[in-house]
Nanobody, 116 residues
Framework: QVQLVQSGGGLVQPGGSLRLSCAAS?????????ASWYRQAPGKQRELVAQ???????NYVDSVKGRFTISRDNAKNTVYLQMNSLKPEDTAVYYC?????????WGQGTQVTVSS
Protein backbone atom coordinates (compact mmCIF):
# COMPACT_ATOMS: atom_id res chain seq x y z
CA GLN A 1 0.00 0.00 0.00
CA VAL A 2 2.99 2.29 0.37
CA GLN A 3 3.77 4.38 -2.68
CA LEU A 4 6.55 6.84 -3.36
CA VAL A 5 5.56 9.36 -6.01
CA GLN A 6 8.26 11.52 -7.52
CA SER A 7 8.10 14.84 -9.27
CA GLY A 8 10.42 17.63 -10.35
CA GLY A 9 12.67 16.22 -13.03
CA GLY A 10 13.44 17.89 -16.31
CA LEU A 11 16.01 19.56 -18.51
CA VAL A 12 18.32 22.19 -17.09
CA GLN A 13 21.46 23.98 -18.27
CA PRO A 14 24.81 23.45 -16.56
CA GLY A 15 24.98 25.55 -13.43
CA GLY A 16 21.23 25.50 -13.02
CA SER A 17 19.08 24.16 -10.23
CA LEU A 18 16.33 21.63 -9.87
CA ARG A 19 14.33 20.27 -6.97
CA LEU A 20 13.05 16.73 -6.83
CA SER A 21 10.20 15.67 -4.58
CA CYS A 22 9.23 12.27 -3.26
CA ALA A 23 5.85 12.05 -1.59
CA ALA A 24 5.01 8.96 0.44
CA SER A 25 1.50 7.67 0.84
CA UNK A 26 0.11 4.71 2.72
CA UNK A 27 2.45 4.81 5.70
CA UNK A 28 2.14 6.62 8.97
CA UNK A 29 5.69 5.59 9.83
CA UNK A 30 7.53 7.07 6.87
CA UNK A 31 9.03 9.85 8.97
CA UNK A 32 10.69 7.32 11.27
CA UNK A 33 12.79 5.67 8.58
CA UNK A 34 15.68 6.76 6.40
CA ALA A 35 14.93 7.96 2.91
CA SER A 36 17.38 8.10 0.04
CA TRP A 37 17.93 9.39 -3.44
CA TYR A 38 19.65 7.20 -5.99
CA ARG A 39 20.54 7.88 -9.58
CA GLN A 40 21.42 5.79 -12.58
CA ALA A 41 23.11 7.18 -15.64
CA PRO A 42 23.11 5.33 -18.96
CA GLY A 43 25.56 2.45 -18.88
CA LYS A 44 26.33 2.92 -15.21
CA GLN A 45 25.27 1.24 -12.00
CA ARG A 46 22.74 2.85 -9.74
CA GLU A 47 24.45 4.87 -7.04
CA LEU A 48 23.37 6.28 -3.74
CA VAL A 49 23.37 10.07 -3.94
CA ALA A 50 21.97 11.22 -0.62
CA GLN A 51 20.30 9.85 2.47
CA UNK A 52 18.44 11.35 5.38
CA UNK A 53 17.60 9.53 8.59
CA UNK A 54 14.44 9.80 10.59
CA UNK A 55 16.35 12.06 12.94
CA UNK A 56 17.42 14.38 10.13
CA UNK A 57 21.04 13.31 9.75
CA UNK A 58 22.21 13.56 6.15
CA ASN A 59 24.91 11.98 4.05
CA TYR A 60 26.01 12.49 0.45
CA VAL A 61 28.18 10.93 -2.16
CA ASP A 62 31.35 13.00 -2.55
CA SER A 63 30.53 14.13 -6.07
CA VAL A 64 27.46 16.09 -4.94
CA LYS A 65 28.61 17.46 -1.60
CA GLY A 66 28.12 21.19 -1.40
CA ARG A 67 25.74 21.15 -4.35
CA PHE A 68 22.86 18.88 -3.34
CA THR A 69 20.73 19.01 -0.22
CA ILE A 70 18.36 16.33 0.96
CA SER A 71 15.59 17.33 3.33
CA ARG A 72 12.23 16.15 4.52
CA ASP A 73 8.97 17.73 5.49
CA ASN A 74 7.25 15.31 7.81
CA ALA A 75 4.02 17.27 7.82
CA LYS A 76 3.81 16.67 4.06
CA ASN A 77 5.31 13.18 4.17
CA THR A 78 7.75 14.32 1.52
CA VAL A 79 11.48 14.09 0.92
CA TYR A 80 13.25 16.58 -1.32
CA LEU A 81 16.48 16.75 -3.20
CA GLN A 82 17.59 20.28 -3.98
CA MET A 83 20.19 20.20 -6.73
CA ASN A 84 22.27 23.29 -7.39
CA SER A 85 25.23 23.96 -9.65
CA LEU A 86 24.21 21.07 -11.83
CA LYS A 87 26.76 19.47 -14.10
CA PRO A 88 26.33 17.34 -17.22
CA GLU A 89 27.59 14.35 -15.24
CA ASP A 90 24.55 14.70 -12.98
CA THR A 91 22.40 13.55 -15.88
CA ALA A 92 20.60 10.39 -14.80
CA VAL A 93 17.31 8.91 -13.80
CA TYR A 94 16.79 9.75 -10.15
CA TYR A 95 14.91 7.47 -7.77
CA CYS A 96 13.75 7.92 -4.23
CA UNK A 97 13.91 4.96 -1.91
CA UNK A 98 12.76 3.95 1.54
CA UNK A 99 12.87 0.81 3.62
CA UNK A 100 9.79 0.84 5.79
CA UNK A 101 9.11 -1.96 8.21
CA UNK A 102 10.35 -5.00 6.34
CA UNK A 103 9.88 -3.81 2.76
CA UNK A 104 11.74 -1.75 0.19
CA UNK A 105 9.96 0.96 -1.75
CA TRP A 106 11.10 2.80 -4.85
CA GLY A 107 9.74 5.83 -6.57
CA GLN A 108 8.96 5.60 -10.25
CA GLY A 109 12.08 7.50 -11.27
CA THR A 110 12.42 10.85 -12.96
CA GLN A 111 14.81 11.97 -15.67
CA VAL A 112 17.23 14.79 -14.93
CA THR A 113 19.13 16.04 -17.95
CA VAL A 114 21.84 18.68 -17.62
CA SER A 115 22.83 19.97 -21.02
CA SER A 116 23.53 23.17 -22.86
Amino acid sequence: QVQLVQSGGGLVQPGGSLRLSCAASGSSFFRLFPASWYRQAPGKQRELVAQITGGGTTNYVDSVKGRFTISRDNAKNTVYLQMNSLKPEDTAVYYCYAFIGSSSYWGQGTQVTVSS
